[in-house]
């Protein structure tokens, strides 16, 4: 259904949020059609509040190209690009965490 049309641009990504005792986390898969705008697909999850941002937003990053590379590999579905809320600038507490987020989706073939 998807595999070969340029038309449509598939993005995924990650974000996280702890509420209470739990972290949750949604993970989305965007499909951006030429003209056409965009459909959201997503997924929420709950897990066991993590309480060091290292962890929580590394999940982010993990979640993310899980998805990615069963929707290439298992889906045949070309994924554009990982989105990491993530932030290079040493003023966010999320910048520690940039460059090795970054070299490990690269690591696996997406930008």
Do not use: C
């Amino acid at each position: 259904m998807m595999a070969g049309r340029a038309d449509v641009e598939v993005v995924v990504g990650s974000d996280s949020h702890n509420r209470g005792r739990h972290t949750i986390y949604a993970t989305t898969v965007v499909l951006r059609f030429a003209r056409n705008g965009a459909q959201v697909l997503y997924r929420k999850e709950r897990q066991v509040r993590s309480e060091d941002r290292w962890t929580r937003l590394w999940g982010e990053v993990e979640r993310s190209l899980e998805v990615a590379r069963t929707l290439s590999s298992e889906g045949h579905i070309p994924v554009s690009r990982i989105d990491m809320d993530l932030n290079s600038d040493p003023q966010y507490g999320s910048h520690r965490l940039h460059a090795a987020a970054v070299g490990y989706v690269r690591a696996h073939g997406y930008e």
